[in-house]
């Protein structure tokens, strides 16, 4: 077993270099380096998910997952008027998994198939890989793009999973004198990475709460990246019509804390240790996200935990059905992966549903009671 700082990667010696020359770099230039540097990063040369990776995601636990939100993006499209030619966006498709489902599910309107237009908008190249390779034989026009603003504008339905968590984040510390950024520079011998504050106050124009207000020692963070996002998808519904489904984990209110974490290997990893080997991810602001969506002009619907979205969408049949006629072993393992997606304490009740509408759409299945 690799020991937490035994192993040494190298885009830790290039941040170190690069700190050492210049001075310590933000939390959100950290993420954003050791999540998508173009040669080094985690997500540019890795494929990380799966049973064989370092986290599982729900379209890996189960088949029911992308199903269901492949027949809310059908409910929807037929709420948009079943327009003849649509968007169909994903943001971080990861394997491709989340998008077989959808389109498998979706068979079953093939005037919805005929119409869309499936834009993959992914940074990683093996991940681009192995989408193609999971989608080539889908049957449907699929295109990848970098950046979902170099999507051509359509009226547009995009689904995010897990994608929010990966945007960068700035993390400030309610210091002795207030707040203070917290930066990444180096570690006292000079030879490896440690968090550090900012000796001068952050710039009047960045958002944060009375520092009068707050104890000394406290964490705030700002998700400035995840906000700019939300925006962009609010601002495309609103002027070319349709929905975004975003699921990820994460808090309703901003509030104090530290949520910036690492995982590998499926077990949690310090932060700064062999940067490009480990995903790091932030919790979801939704009450940002809500308030990035009303600025655009759109609607906002939810948050709502996993576990009532999906039981509402259907998941208790979805699962008698598929179950009908199998094995039971297969009955168990079919089980288990929705429990497993809707139980409280597993990912039911932290992971979280959330929609940004166009105005003037009905309210999207899954989010009333
Ligand atoms: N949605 C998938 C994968 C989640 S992992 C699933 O549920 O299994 C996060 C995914 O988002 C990866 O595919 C990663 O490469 C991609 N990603 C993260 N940030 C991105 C960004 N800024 N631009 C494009 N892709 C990004």
Redesign the pocket.
Known sequence: MTLAGAERTALEDRLVALIRARGPITVADYMADA??HPQEGY?TARSP?GAEGDFI????VSQIFGELVGLWLVQSWIDMGSPSAFNLV??????G??MQDVLRAARLRPAFLDAAHVLL????GR?RLEQRRRLKDSGVRIDWA??FADVAPAPTLLV????FD??PIRQFVRGTVGWRERLVGLSPDGAGLAFTLSPTPPEPAIDLPPADDVAEGAIFELPD?AESAAEEIAKAVVDHGGRALIIDYGHLHDGFGETLQAVRRHAPWPVLSAPGAADITAHVNFERLTRAAFNAGAGAHGPVSQGAFLERLGLPFRLERLSHGKPPEEVMRLHQGAQRLVSPNQMGELFKAFCISAPGLPAPQGFQS
């Open positions: 999540l998508f997500y998910i995601t729900a379209p890996e994903e943001l971080g498709p990861g394997r998994v989340l908008v992914e940074t990683g991940l970098d950046r995010a999973n897990e994608f990966c945007l990246a």
